[in-house]
């Protein structure tokens, strides 16, 4: 088999030499299959012919094909130390609109189903009825923005809770608020799922219809930002539908 041509950006290549030597080795196994098979990675939406190839969650290399050419723009490898951020994940629930909203007591319980399974990055966008539910989550580790413009889509209130997503996560939980079913041990069985595959999107499923929350990696915030009016992660969900990753509950989870 001819191998196709790697060529390493500079940043790429700073990146690459300055890993310790396992990772390095690592890295290096990631790059010779991507010269075997340059289509493995998944194409990142609305990029010109750039990809994102990943072993899990660690390494992720971000690329572009040109004929038989492979150009590795960048090289990302979660830091060894400290243990405790290597697998940093946010959640966001979107609970602004009037459609979004259950009430103060289920959003608290979805909100106690996160930190409880060990989020310790969440976001509640909030919008109607706003005041109401801050007095339900003030004694709970959480961060709180209000979304002025929630009448305007759902898109206002997920872009606001993006931007509020932790900068060394690796992936974020999308719900809605009004998601009463939810359960810690769905969004610890989600982690491990997402932990130990190569899928960028992982949903719970019960009797094979799909629940909360949906969890996205990091790398498709930027598609999940383009979003517009009344649509959260759902087209960002169709578009790479062949990389989801289902995952069967045995309780309903919406």
Not at 207 to 222: A, Q, T, Y
Request: aromatic share 6%; glycine share 6%.
């Amino acid at each position: 088999m001819v191998l196709n041509e790697i060529l390493l950006s500079k940043q790429a290549y700073s990146s690459l030499i300055s890993l310790p030597m396992n990772q390095r080795t690592l890295v290096s196994k990631a790059l010779h299959n991507l010269g075997k098979n340059p289509n493995t990675g998944l194409k990142l939406w609305g990029a010109s012919n750039l990809y994102l190839y990943q072993i899990a969650t660690d390494p992720k290399i971000v690329y572009r094909v040109y004929g038989t050419k492979i150009q590795v723009l960048a090289i990302k490898v979660a830091l060894e130390h400290p243990p405790s951020s290597r697998f940093k994940i946010s959640a966001v629930i979107l609970a602004a609109g009037k459609t979004d909203y259950g009430d103060s007591l289920q959003i608290s319980h979805i909100a106690e189903s996160f930190l409880n399974a060990g989020i310790d990055d969440l976001i509640v966008v909030l919008g109607y009825q706003a005041e109401q539910v801050k007095k339900a989550l003030a004694d709970k580790n959480l961060k709180i923005i209000v979304n002025p413009e929630y009448e305007y889509g759902l898109s206002k209130s997920l872009k606001c809770g993006l931007k509020m997503v932790s900068r060394d996560a690796i992936a974020v939980f999308l719900t809605l608020g009004n998601r009463p079913l939810m359960q810690p041990e769905v969004v610890k069985q989600l982690i491990r799922t997402y932990k130990g595959l190569e899928a960028p999107i992982i949903a719970p499923t019960f009797s094979r219809v799909r629940g909360h929350p949906i969890m996205f990696d990091k790398l498709l915030i930027p598609e999940l930002m383009k979003a517009k009016g009344n649509i959260g992660g759902r087209k960002v969900l169709q578009h790479h539908y062949r990389e989801l990753k289902q995952v069967e509950m045995e309780k309903p989870t919406t």
